[in-house]
């Protein structure tokens, strides 16, 4: 990967994190995005760039700086708690437009600066409800799904400008983010304890995944060493799918 263009959303914390992270130790040349500027103020060996990837015109202009793109891994995504019937047609499209919105303009103008020399594109989709179902997860589901459409969208029509598109579905990972629902539901619960025991017993490893176990995939799938590989995606969850 060295010298190699790298674009990593949501690279301030968590998953987005450890890839821009990694990429960075395999010796390419990362461009961390994310829309929060503190979670980008600690970055080392990378460029940090503050955006928000459902804004079009925002993104088109961050492009338009790059020469090509070697690498992408998108990994914008909202959480939305809840049936079907608990989610407003706001709700819905907010989270349409954070998670799926946004890997449509970020894929778009990606490919735009692969297609002369080709790259590899990795999205971060999910187990939860794309996959599996799980409970309250409805809209979350949805849009991971979309993403998993998208993928293999991408992979069939850029074959033959040697761009592959792959997705991987983490189980779920102690993350920031994650932290944040397990407070919410402990507010439920009345025992942030017990909540996150509950993100935990759903396991089968009785564990919670890391973000740099989740990167490992990420890299390779990014890397040269995965060449013949398109089109699919890799579920990481601790053995919730066997």
């Not at 020469?67 to 909202?78: A, F, N, R, S, T």
């Not at 600066?113 to 971060?124: E, F, P, Q, R």
């Not at 992979?155 to 033959?160: C, E, F, R, V």
Request: aromatic letters at 6%; one cysteine or more.
């Amino acid at each position: 990967m060295k010298n190699k263009i790298a674009v990593v959303t949501a690279a301030g914390q968590g998953i987005g994190r450890a890839v821009a992270e990694g990429l960075v130790k395999q010796g390419a040349n990362v461009y961390a995005l994310d829309i929060n500027p503190d979670t980008l103020k600690d970055v080392v060996g990378m460029t940090p760039y503050v955006i928000d990837c459902t804004e079009e015109d925002a993104l088109k202009e961050f492009f338009a700086t790059l020469p090509h793109v070697d690498i992408l891994v998108h990994g914008v995504g909202y959480v939305h708690h809840g049936t079907i019937e608990d989610c407003d047609p706001k709700e819905w499209r907010n989270s349409m437009n954070i998670t799926l919105d946004s890997t449509y303009f970020v894929l778009r103008e990606t490919v735009t600066k692969m297609k002369d020399k080709g790259g590899s594109i990795v999205n971060i989709a999910s187990i939860c409800s794309s996959i599996k179902g799980f409970p309250n997860r409805a809209a979350y589901g949805a849009a991971k799904g979309g993403v998993i459409g998208l993928t293999k969208s991408i992979a069939i029509d850029y074959l033959s400008n040697n761009i592959r598109c792959n997705a991987v579905c983490p189980g779920t990972t102690q993350t920031p983010s994650l932290d944040e629902r397990i407070e919410e539901l402990g507010k439920t619960l009345g025992d942030v304890e017990t909540a996150r025991q509950a993100f935990i017993d759903r396991q089968p490893m009785g564990r919670l995944g890391t973000p740099e176990e989740i990167a490992s995939m990420i890299i390779y799938l990014a890397s040269d060493e995965s060449s013949y590989v398109t089109g699919q995606t890799f579920n990481i969850d601790g053995g919730t799918m066997i």
